[in-house]
């Protein structure tokens, strides 16, 4: 435990130097703390095309540090039990520099991740209902809470280390397709996924049409939660990514392709360099 704490500490202390380098050489640059799960950090391999967080770094007016980690959720984010953004955020290695804006990618696995089937009725149960009508409302209800609870357990850390007067950036996923694909590397020798349908199908969901209409009502209360939290938390603003993303912008159920991160990017920084800091 104690060699992991101290491996952590190493790579967060470098990216934060490498930050303030690049501070000096573009003082205009406006200064983003990124946290987030694999929708910033996909694709693992490089000749797959830039990540999200890789394509913003490429914007001489932006620098940024990322957290990011693939497979998180919200509630590994706010500290404690996560002390990333206290050690992101230590003066010493800061040098007299701050950020001007926090990035979060959060909560797709929450509502899509190992509990997705805890979520929907068993359709063998239930053939008179279709679709989203199979969505256990209390049990995405609870979700949704938790969500709720988190996002202000982070807004209280930020608060805490950069002061309330720094925004918060939150997107809320687009439409992810339930087709059963994996992402695949090396020829399918290594892959990931696939994420959704196999746990519908677990609920006796296997029509196509179904478990889709299921995925985009999860979604879409998802993003009406962070428009709520948005009109109740000091800077906190949702980006909604669901305009910009249809179903051919896919590498597998659940992640942008390369020219859709490409166009997320370019969404992010328009939203981050709108707003005022």
Not at 1 to 15: D, G, N
Request: net charge neutral.
């Amino acid at each position: 435990m104690r060699r992991r704490s101290i491996t952590r500490t190493s790579w967060i202390q470098q990216r934060v130097e490498a930050f303030v380098r690049a501070q000096r050489r573009s003082p205009k640059a406006l200064r983003v703390l990124a946290e987030g799960d694999s929708w910033f950090t996909h694709p693992t391999a490089l000749w797959k095309g830039k990540s999200v967080i890789g394509h913003l770094q490429a914007y001489r007016s932006i620098n940024l540090v990322s957290l990011a980690a693939p497979g998180d959720t919200l509630a590994r984010y706010p500290d404690p039990p996560n002390r990333q953004w206290a050690l992101a955020c230590n003066p010493d290695w800061l040098a007299g520099q701050t950020y001007d804006a926090v990035l979060i990618s959060g909560g797709g696995n929450d509502v899509l991740g190992d509990h997705l089937q805890d979520m929907i009725k068993d359709k063998s149960r239930y053939s008179n209902r279709s679709g989203r009508e199979l969505i256990i409302t209390t049990r995405l209800q609870q979700v949704m809470d938790g969500i709720a609870t988190n996002v202000g357990l982070i807004r209280k850390t930020i608060n805490q280390h950069l002061g309330s007067e720094t925004p918060i950036f939150m997107h809320g996923y687009s439409y992810a397709q339930s087709d059963g694909r994996q992402f695949e590397l090396l020829g399918g020798l290594i892959s990931f996924g696939p994420w959704i349908q196999d746990r519908l199908h677990e609920q006796n969901v296997t029509e196509r049409d179904e478990q889709q209409d299921i995925v985009n009502a999860l979604i879409d209360a998802f993003n009406d939660l962070l428009k709520a939290l948005e009109a109740r938390i000091e800077n906190f603003v949702h980006v909604d990514f669901r305009p910009l993303l249809g179903p051919g912008d896919w590498d597998d159920e659940i992640h942008p392709n390369a020219s859709a991160r490409q166009r997320l990017a370019a969404h992010l920084r328009k939203v981050l360099t709108a707003y005022p800091v």
